[in-house]
């Protein structure tokens, strides 16, 4: 059975020791990071902070580690990944919600909204601010009508104004410029909060028509319920713990930033659009959902792993059916950092396959190929495959002036943001088609042999 809300699944994360409460005094900006550090450094458990020096509890860690990746999926290691396939290919349409929708319990319009009075914390010391890191905007296309949903960062600048960074290439940021287009703007809801599989739908990269409600639903294999929101046209998931209702201000500009990024490096503060709050709506005693971010690993590493992996194998399979298995490696900062596995069918497909996944909208800084033999999850094992297997005028070859990925230090960062370019590398580590090569010399059925010496002495 699907998780209905956030709340039976805080209640299984409880039940399996990967929920913790605190009840003594934590302060939002200066102790309460540190904890969260701890949690994704050691892979503990998610914590909900119950006094923070506001009127409602602080919930963070919820997706810090890949075990609770598979609570959330409900299923097993060598599963999630079929699972997560089989979700994306038999999308649920949403239902609407019948009767009163709990995300609606408290509606908090005109001078009642103050979103400073929710626990957000300030993560890293040279933060602009306090940030709303796993904020999940829902808008819809303003051509097409298609609902969107992704996660974004926003910046509390005042009661009712929050301050955002959406890349152009980014569905929110492309319906913010078509609404602008027509002379609008563009009305969303940020949830927070929400059944945790709705929080991994958001990652999975899909095209610009897709009906995120629907691929949520496939992922949940049960239909998202939604309510109207109160006073913008978009729905959103009933049982939300709390929805912020927004209209963008593309003329109300305002500094936003510097903030920590899962980049491992402050991004700078600079003068974007905002958007103004219409009205907040919660349950009661609601859980205000965080998110460490910042140098790898964190939950934000967690959190965009297995959709990227799955969606993106699935894009790529089509055109590279011998294509086993796709690793966006978390130090990497997920994107920049791809590592593929194939046999490849004639001398070259590995170059194909690379210009293929350097092309798509993922814009990989790193694409490695290696043969199924290499397990891409093993950092070992594929510097094995790059030191022995690569001979670099061959096989290395770097492609300049593609568009850069704004959050990467390592770009020129002068001028506008639409001229910034990068280069990246492909790597075809995988042997000569055809052509012999040396024999791996490892020693067979270690693996399976018995030695009851050993697991006495690992136990
Ligand atoms: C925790 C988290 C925060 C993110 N914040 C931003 C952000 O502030 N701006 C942005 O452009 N992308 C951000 N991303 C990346 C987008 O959420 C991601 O690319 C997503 O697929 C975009 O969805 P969309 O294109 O459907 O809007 C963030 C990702 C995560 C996991």
């Known amino acids: 059975m699907p998780y209905q809300d956030l709340r039976q699944f805080l209640e299984v994360l409880r039940k399996e020791g990967e929920l913790i409460e605190i009840d003594r005094p934590m302060h939002l900006d200066n102790e309460i990071p540190k904890a969260l550090k701890q949690i994704s450094v050691y892979g503990g458990p998610a914590l909900v902070f119950n006094k923070n020096g506001t009127d409602y509890r602080f919930l963070a860690g919820i997706y810090a580690t890949r075990r609770k990746a598979l609570l959330a999926f409900e299923t097993t290691e060598d599963k999630l990944f079929d699972k997560f396939l089989s979700g994306l290919d038999h999308p649920i349409a949403p239902v609407m919600c019948k009767g009163a929708a709990p995300c609606q319990e408290v509606v908090l319009t005109g001078k009642d909204i103050d979103i400073r009075r929710f626990p957000i914390p300030k993560y890293s010391p040279k933060d602009g601010g306090p940030f709303i890191t796993p904020a999940i905007p829902v808008t819809r ?17 005042g009661p009712d104004r929050l301050g955002f960074y959406a890349q152009v290439f980014h569905r929110f940021g492309k319906n913010i410029i078509k609404a602008q287009k027509r002379g609008k703007k563009l009305q969303g809801a940020i949830l927070l909060g929400t059944d945790p599989v709705i929080a991994y739908a958001c990652q999975v990269q899909g095209t610009d028509t897709t009906n995120d409600w629907e691929v949520a639903g496939g992922l949940r294999g049960a239909p998202v319920e939604l309510v109207k929101c109160k006073t913008v046209d978009v729905e959103v998931p009933a049982t939300t713990e709390l929805v912020i209702e927004f209209e963008v201000e593309v003329d109300h500009l305002a500094m936003e930033g510097p903030l920590g990024e899962f980049t491992g490096y402050y991004t700078p503060a600079s003068e974007k659009p905002t958007v103004r709050i219409t009205a907040i709506t919660h349950r009661r005693d609601p859980y205000v959902q965080g998110l460490l971010t910042g140098k790898p690993l964190t939950e934000n590493h967690i959190l965009k792993q297995v959709p990227f992996e799955a969606s993106f194998w699935r894009t790529m399979n089509r055109q590279f059916p011998t294509i086993d298995r796709i690793a966006f490696r978390p130090a990497g900062g997920i994107q920049y950092y791809l590592v593929i596995s194939m046999q490849p069918r004639f001398q070259g497909e590995a170059r194909q396959a690379i210009m293929a996944a350097l092309a798509s909208n993922v814009r990989p800084k790193w694409v490695i190929v290696v043969e199924p033999d290499i397990d891409i999850y093993s950092s070992s094992d594929v510097e094995w495959a790059m030191s022995l297997r690569v001979q670099p005028h061959r096989d290395v070859f770097v492609v300049d002036n593609v568009p850069a990925t704004h959050l ?19 790597i075809d580590a995988t042997r000569p088609v055809g052509k012999p090569f040396a024999e791996v010399a490892d020693v067979p059925g270690w693996r399976e042999f018995k030695m009851p010496e050993l697991d006495k002495w690992r136990k």
């Not at 296309?141 to 600048?157: K, N, Q, S």
């Not at 990467?408 to 492909?426: C, F, K, M, N, R």
């Open 141 to 157: 296309d303003p051509e097409t009508g298609a609902p969107d949903i992704g996660h974004y960062r926003y910046h509390v600048l």
């Open 408 to 426: 990467d230090p390592s770009v020129d960062q002068s001028g506008p943001l639409e001229t910034h370019i990068s280069s990246a590398v492909g």
